[in-house]
């Protein structure tokens, strides 16, 4: 059951800002926000154009610094939103606030071609009424063009009217909560230059930040005029006038294109802007095909991977921020998330895509060679917590730098990618020289400590849990890192990469003998040495307006106390199944559960996955219709600042992880099904080692078959079969 269209009726509201982000385009290099065109129109809004890694820097100003914290903010610049068109009649102007009510009649995002068709509304201050469409397109062929078309048509008005394309404007990023440290708004000193274009129908002008010596060119060309109206343009912008009669519509066209950072504008055509990008689009959707016999999942699901696409870097040099490029909240930073949530839908579909994403951690390593070196550590790398430019930007070390387990997620990833794709030469070539670097980091940073008896590797981090800082053995980060260093020892015997006998020899030792923390008087995996004697968050009395914990009360209020941000123990559970037994499993659940709040939006997913592997369907499937649907009801209350990028990747984890049982173990796929009652079917299809798969789960069978590529053996509902071309059908 493929859904084609998002429309107003699949969204929680119709708040502009809320919208911007909804129906925002990229092409994971530009994304412009679903802005109104009318200047006078924009209160309470984020009428921004964003590029991924166009950002401006700042010095972070300390109370009291210490040797070692992070010396600059990097915040994303906001750009004049491309969306701008004003019109003006002989009494009004819809540049003049509440001059032009705009009332938004049709929105409509298509999957397989990505044009965004609009209508609107229009009652003028003085009584007369306009309708307005709007279509627009970002061509994702690389070329980083934004195709706009506006048609205006007078329902009763008869006169002069005068038209303006402003080009740049200010753009004002604030959110109307200033005080959260989520979304932050600094100054980027811009500089303009315009370049001198014959052509009365272009401008082009090249934006240069001040602190990062970062250059961006941009041109606009006007491509469609009504006959009979004049044109100009100035540093302004265009504009003109003309006359419009009642029932008459006239249309603008115009074509914004933006280079790469620190480079020209490509060559570029646009003849048949959209049948190129159905082309692209069907390619995507064939490789990442998603049904589930449920409309609102299945408009869920294909709207989260569509922005998933839309805003992955594809230079190798860029990533996916914690909002993408739909807003900027977090300051448009990368963080762990891309590795741990959305890097596996890459990897499984999209492999070329995965390979440019992992490419920007070894393009960085230089940086976090650097960030170990502050920290003291001699040899190896640790990666920033967040950053853009792959130094550290997070002011608050206890829960920024000190989740050193983001070392760990990406040679995880890497491992995964390998797992997946076979690609060796990637692996010789950059990934085992992170995986190498970090695991080296480990072996420095950590330390032997009499544990249980015997000498075991232990770690002093925080974990993914923002409520639990600077603990002694995070269960998560232990566990990651005993993986990064038993991968590393085995790159360095396999010849991936070079390295002495002593080194691996090291590695494999602390990877054997790292602690892993268990709370025996409950019977529970421990998040870590001391949260099992905390004392439990009051959540009796803590009431439903005081989450997020983390805008209400102080941070050291929180860490004393045992509660959850989001899944965190559970989450090296998820990353490896085998790990425990499925009574260990349910135990750690149900301590885990009670204790976490979903402050984060990357938790539901995770507890959806273990519900569904413990088979506890009613409570995955509901925890499942959180995930997926999370941006399009606003369940966090915050899709306004930028979509929550690592739940998009999330929702296709739940499906595959979780109703699919889907890992791989000893280089074999396993599936097993646990679909819950409200879907009677699900398929998806997936990359493995050369093959396409399609996975088909129905409530009596599951069943797999390779639609191209040689024969598979893999493990399905326990068993071990050969997938062939033909269907391979397991009973439940």
């Not at 502009?16 to 065109?37: C, K, M, N, W």
């Not at 992170?434 to 950590?446: C, D």
């Not at 899709?639 to 595959?656: I, Q, Y």
Request: proline content about 4%; glycine content about 6%.
């Amino acid at each position: 059951m493929q859904v084609e269209k998002l429309t107003l009726k699949d969204v929680a509201t119709t708040t502009r800002q809320y919208l911007e982000t909804i129906f925002a385009l990229g092409d994971g290099h530009v994304g412009v926000r679903d802005s109104l065109p009318f200047t006078g129109n924009q209160q309470g809004t984020l009428p921004v154009m964003l590029v991924n890694g166009f950002y401006a820097s700042n010095p972070i100003t300390y109370g009291e610094s210490a040797y070692g914290y992070a010396k600059n903010h990097q915040t994303i610049v906001s750009l004049t939103s491309p969306r701008y068109l004003d019109f003006a009649t002989a009494q009004t102007d819809s540049a003049v606030p509440d001059d032009w009510h705009v009332m938004v009649d049709d929105t409509v995002l298509d999957f397989s071609s990505g044009k965004l068709t609009e209508k609107f509304q229009i009652t003028t201050s003085d009584q007369y009424h306009f309708e307005l469409a709007v279509e627009s397109m970002i061509l994702l062929d690389d070329s980083h063009q934004l195709m706009l078309n506006y048609q205006l048509t007078s329902l009763d008005y008869a006169g002069e009217l005068r038209f303006k394309r402003p080009i740049v404007r200010e753009a004002n990023a604030a959110s109307e909560a200033d005080d959260d440290p989520r979304v932050a708004q600094r100054q980027a000193g811009l500089k303009i230059e315009f370049k001198t274009i014959a052509d009365e129908h272009e401008l082009q002008w090249q934006t240069t930040v001040a602190s990062t010596q970062q250059q961006l060119t941009q041109s606009d060309r006007l491509t469609v005029v009504p006959e009979n109206f004049s044109v100009h343009k100035d540093q302004t912008g265009f504009h003109g006038a003309g006359e419009i009669t009642p029932h008459e519509t006239l249309q603008w066209s115009f074509v914004r294109q933006v280079s790469e950072i620190n480079q020209p504008l490509a060559t570029s055509s646009v003849e048949d802007a959209e049948a190129l990008n159905q082309r692209i689009l069907t390619d995507f959707w064939q490789q990442s095909q998603v049904q589930i016999s449920n409309r609102k999942l299945q408009t869920g699901i294909q709207y989260n991977l569509f922005q998933l696409f839309q805003s992955a870097g594809r230079d190798g040099l860029t990533n996916i921020a914690a909002k993408g490029i739909t807003g900027p909240g977090y300051e448009g930073h990368y963080f762990w998330d891309t590795e741990m949530y959305m890097l596996p839908f890459f990897i499984y579909t999209q492999p070329q895509m995965a390979k440019q994403l992992l490419h920007y951690r070894y393009s960085i390593l230089p940086q976090a060679r650097q960030r170990a070196r502050d920290l003291g550590v001699t040899k190896g790398a640790l990666y920033a917590w967040r950053t853009i430019n792959g130094e550290e930007a997070s002011a608050y070390f206890p829960a920024g730098t000190a989740q050193y387990h983001i070392n760990a997620d990406i040679a995880h990833t890497i491992k995964l990618y390998f797992e997946v794709t076979d690609d060796q030469d990637f692996l010789r070539e950059q990934g085992a020289a992170v995986v190498l670097e970090t695991a080296r980091f480990w072996l420095q940073f950590g330390g032997w400590e009499q544990r249980d008896g015997k000498q075991q590797f232990c770690l002093k981090v925080t974990g993914p849990d923002e409520y639990t800082a600077l603990v002694d053995n995070n269960y998560y980060t232990n566990r990651m890192a005993k993986e990064n260093m038993a991968f590393a020892a085995w790159l360095i015997q396999q010849g991936y990469i070079d390295g002495d006998a002593d080194e691996q020899a090291q590695l494999a030792s602390a990877s054997e003998a790292m602690y892993l923390p268990y709370d025996a008087t409950n019977q529970v995996t421990a998040q870590d040495d001391n949260s099992p004697k905390m004392p439990l968050w009051p959540f009796a009395t803590t009431a439903a307006t005081q989450y997020p914990l983390l805008l209400h009360y102080h941070p050291l209020m929180i860490y004393r106390h045992r509660v959850n941000k989001q899944a965190d123990t559970l989450l090296a559970e998820m990353l490896f199944p085998e790990d425990q037994s499925q009574e260990q499993l349910a135990r750690d659940y149900d301590y885990y559960e009670p204790i976490t709040t979903h402050d984060s939006s990357l938790s539901r997913s995770i507890f959806s996955i273990l519900a569904s592997r413990l088979d506890r369907r009613d409570k995955a499937y509901s925890y499942y219709m959180d995930t997926s649907l999370m941006d399009l009801v606003d369940l966090q209350g915050n899709a306004k600042d930028g979509l929550h990028e690592a739940n998009l990747g999330g929702s296709w984890l739940g499906l595959t992880y979780g109703f699919a049982g889907m890992y791989v173990a000893a280089g074999k796929l396993h599936i097993t099904n646990h679909l819950p009652q409200e879907i009677n079917q699900l398929s998806y299809r997936l990359r493995f080692r050369g093959r396409v798969l399609e996975v088909q789960l129905m409530q009596d069978s599951t069943q797999v078959q390779v639609v191209s590529g040689t024969p598979l053996m893999m493990v399905v509902d326990g068993r071990e079969v050969e997938v062939t071309s033909g269907t391979i059908a397991n009973g439940r």
